[in-house]
């Protein structure tokens, strides 16, 4: 039981999170089309922001990485469900910082497109929902060893 319950951790470590990016990142590129229509020389500018949600997805791929490694059919029932704990926190924190991560990158992509240099500002506003994301991986691995007990 325990190792699907921690299988079932993973899944959501990996596919939530992975969501989040796709979601955030596809916000952000459609705002950038629209941006370089009105100023295509500005698209490097809407790309690096494009990209900027898609660490989301990665936080997720580590997570997975770190409890892949871990799991046993033997692993007991607690053992899985610190996974499963693992992979809400990773989960949850990631789909929804890149959702709203994107929506800060794709406002600062339209109003780069308007003529406002607010690059450097969108980067420093778009850091608040990555902490968060940040802060779940963190829990994840320290997480961890509670799968030693």
Not at 23 to 34: E, K, N
Not at 69 to 88: D, E, S, Y
Not at 113 to 128: D, E, S
């Amino acid at each position: 039981m325990g190792y699907i319950i921690a299988m079932i951790g993973l899944g959501l470590m990996v596919g939530l999170a992975g969501i989040g990016s796709a979601m955030g990142t596809s916000m952000v590129g459609s705002a950038t089309l629209g941006m370089f229509k009105k100023k295509p020389e500005a698209f490097g500018s809407g790309m690096v922001l494009t990209a900027v949600p898609a660490t989301q997805g990665l936080y997720g791929f580590v997570g997975f990485f770190l409890y892949n490694g871990l799991i046993t059919p033997n692993i007991n029932v607690f053992q899985g469900a610190v996974v499963l704990g693992a992979g809400l926190a990773i989960g949850l924190a990631c789909l929804l910082s890149g959702i709203y991560q994107g929506k800060v990158c794709a406002n600062g992509v339209e109003a780069i497109g308007q003529g406002h240099n607010v690059f450097g500002n969108t980067m420093i506003l778009a850091a608040f929902p990555e902490f968060y994301a940040i802060l779940s991986l963190v829990a994840a691995i320290l997480m961890q060893g509670l799968m030693r007990l």
